[in-house]
């Protein structure tokens, strides 16, 4: 019986070697991404310096004399002349007016996210009929230009005996603002888990108690988010309380700085100026630095899910 022999097994030297990756693409890419990251960083600087600088020189000219302002618009002060915000603290009324400005701006921002919190939570959690109607009507709301309501609306608080009245100005902040925040978190209530609802419900919670105590706290990097740009949007708002508060003395910070601007004529009390917009501007600054990584997280949480 003859056996055939098996050929004997080719050498491991002589297999074909594994094709790698070129060296040269990896550099390229590196070198693309490289260069594309120094002029992202760039472009972010010159940013920064386009904001910063007018916010700088606004506070170092808040310190400096009329003279000096004029005479020597970019050099330090010769000393800080803290008398420029007493001044503008006290004789040009800025006290009243930041006064209006927070009780105003604090009583709609507080309407403002409750009423939009409980409208969003609804519409993001319940189906039922005209649901999505309801919803598309908020944001129908956002594209709506205020000024072309301002003629109405004029007229309509004049008839309710609201015109000149900070509830009045409230009222209208937070039918101002809802559209926004009824949109902004309706889309953060959909991103929360369910599960949590769910099982507070079996637990005997009732449906405003699930709100308020369950999902209301989970949704808090949200509110944090929508109510800094509330903030911003009430506390820098010129158009409304122009047309429909003509109080003197229950003017905001924005018609006091005008005022401060025009009531000067030809004397132009530019210090006491700088002065009373450094005073407007620094609770938007303290606001935005003290809850930025909050907005942060507020604007990312609807994007993972």
Not at 61 to 74: H, M
């Amino acid at each position: 019986m003859k056996t055939t022999d098996t050929p004997p097994a080719a050498p491991a030297a002589d297999l074909a070697p594994v094709a790698k990756a070129p060296a040269p693409a990896v550099k390229e890419k590196s070198s693309e991404g490289q260069v594309l990251n120094v002029f992202s960083h760039g472009v972010l600087i010159i940013w920064a310096i386009l904001v910063v600088l007018p916010l700088l020189w606004a506070v170092m000219a808040s310190f400096k004399t009329d003279d000096s302002i004029l005479s020597t618009p970019w050099a330090l002060p010769d000393k800080l002349h803290f008398e420029n915000w007493s001044r503008a603290w006290s004789q040009a009324h800025m006290s009243d007016y930041f006064f209006n400005t927070v009780v105003v701006v604090g009583c709609s921002l507080v309407g403002t996210l409750l009423l939009g919190s409980m409208a969003a939570y609804v519409l993001a959690r319940f189906d039922f009929p005209g649901n999505r109607f309801i919803y598309y009507l908020f944001i129908g709301g956002m594209s709506f230009p205020i000024i072309l309501a301002l003629v109405p609306l004029f007229f309509v608080m004049n008839n309710m005996g609201l015109l000149n009245t900070r509830h009045g100005l409230i009222m209208v902040y937070i039918a101002y603002s809802l559209p926004f925040t009824v949109f902004f978190l309706t889309s953060f209530f959909r991103t929360l888990p369910t599960s949590v609802a769910e099982a507070a419900m079996l637990d005997g919670a009732s449906h405003s108690r699930t709100f308020f105590q369950v999902m209301l706290p989970m949704a808090k990097p949200g509110l944090i988010s929508v109510g800094i740009f509330n903030f911003l949007g009430q506390w820098n708002q010129y158009m409304l309380p122009t047309v429909l508060n003509t109080d003197p003395g229950h003017r905001v910070l924005s018609q006091g700085l005008v005022e401060l601007a025009t009531s000067q004529g030809y004397k132009g009390d530019w210090s006491g100026l700088f002065a009373g917009l450094v005073m407007a501007m620094l609770p938007v600054l303290a606001a935005y630095i003290i809850f930025q990584r909050q907005v942060v997280a507020g604007l990312t949480a609807g994007a993972v899910k």
